[in-house]
């Protein structure tokens, strides 16, 4: 069942448009506010919450409707507003779409799912049953037991939205992992990936054949002791804990599709001149002709590109992490997680950057080498790692296997190869030397990789290197 339902409108829905929709799913409906006022909740006769509502966001970028919901929104720019139902009761969904339609009529757009717009019909609340607390008290959980928290999804894409983000805060804050179900054909945002395959947390799958299994791992999943868990295989022991893989997650499909992955780190003197996200820029710029097209704190990315936001943003929140999701052109599929972190080293910003290649694209692997010394010379390069893998040009993660990256490069900037002992940065174990990068009496280092997708053995060569790199 679908809990989510957005009117995505040319115009900004003001008060009075808001206060209609509310109330267009009858008159017996209370209307509260909660989180500092950024979210209005629809409540039953009895003050228990059945819809509730974010307000209203501006998105400024081209193609994030597209991406996340298959849908068609007005021209950039345009106002999504998110309206999630309480699980257990009946009419809520119901309820919300009529909330969403109405809106998108009064304010100028559309609703999604498109299923929404016939819900423009009076829901009486009489003889609803309300789930009992405390998921009826927080509508962005659905089932909360002493281990985790767990949410229902029914969107084309799992992204990292607002109301999930805040899910997982809130979650962390008490101990609890987050457990996301979803049903079958559902992809992920690669922006909540990592945020969904840190234990207990997960990306549960609703499956006709074994029932649910974990979306990325393809283990088949129990509910058991409060938490979606691994069921162990007859074969699992103590020292070999087996679990079954789901025979829908091992249905992989060959396209002939790949991902270029970078993830690396900079570190800069905290300074007043400090600009943050001209690295990223940069090496967007040099990959694709082109700067990133936008970025939010949250998904859709809302913003136009800007690396004077980015910086405004990370020093409001200091000495708080920032976390912010980057986006590119819907023609050139790429996105990007930044976590800006103050250190005792400075500001570093650590990124994990993926574009995108259908069967008749090439990677511009040979531009790699141009990228690490760009970054290593101007903006503080402290290491970084390229990967190619068979994945999907679009970005988004199946529940299926795809298969690992395997590393095409490793750059060492230039301050790690001075601080090495001797010249072990230089004579390294592999069979092609590394290229040095910069200024010849301070160079980071390049060390090519093989780079073949369909021969994991590259990993066995960046192991050696880490090892000899480190010393042991």
Known sequence: ???????????????????????SGGPDKLVDTTGEGAVVRLCDGEGRPLVSVEAPLLVQVPGEAERLLGATPP???????????????EAAEQLAGTFAARLAALAGG???PPEAARSLAVVTTDGMNVAPEPAAAQPAVD????????????????????????AFRTAATAGLGLQ??????ITLSPAARDSLSTWPSRWVVRDERDGYYDGLTGAVLRWQD??????????????DPRTPVAATYREATVTGERQLAVTFRTVHPAGEDLVLGSALEAIWRELTGEPPAGVGTAEPANLPWSPRQITDLARERAPEPTWVVVVGSPDRPGLATVRISRT??????DVTLMFGYGPDEEPPVDALPKVAELLATRHRLQSMLVQLRKARRDLAVPPRFEGPGVPVAFVL????????????????????????????????????????????????????????????
């Open 75 to 89: 021209p950039v720019p345009y106002w999504w507003t998110e309206a999630r139902a309480t699980t257990g009761v």
């Open 110 to 112: 559309s609703a999604w």
């Open 413 to 472: 900037g230039a301050e790690e190869v001075h601080q090495m002992p001797d010249d072990r940065a230089r004579r390294t174990p592999l069979s092609e030397p590394p290229v040095p990068l910069g200024p010849k009496t301070r160079p980071a280092m390049y060390y090519p990789l093989p780079g073949d997708p369909s021969d994991l053995s590259g990993w066995q060569d960046f192991e050696r290197l880490m090892r000899h790199l480190k010393g042991e």
């Open 226 to 239: 409060g938490m979606f868990a691994p069921v162990p295989s007859a074969e699992a022991t103590a020292e």
């Open 344 to 349: 005792k080293g400075g500001v570093e910003e």
């Open 143 to 166: 089932v909360l037991t002493d281990k985790v928290a767990v949410v229902i999804q029914d969107r084309p894409v799992l992204a990292m939205t607002a109301w999930l983000s805040e």
């Open 1 to 23: 069942m679908t809990k989510d339902v957005i009117a995505l409108t040319a115009r900004m829905p003001d008060p009075g448009a808001m206060l209609a929709s509310l109330l």
């Open 180 to 185: 996301v179900v979803t049903p079958p054909g």
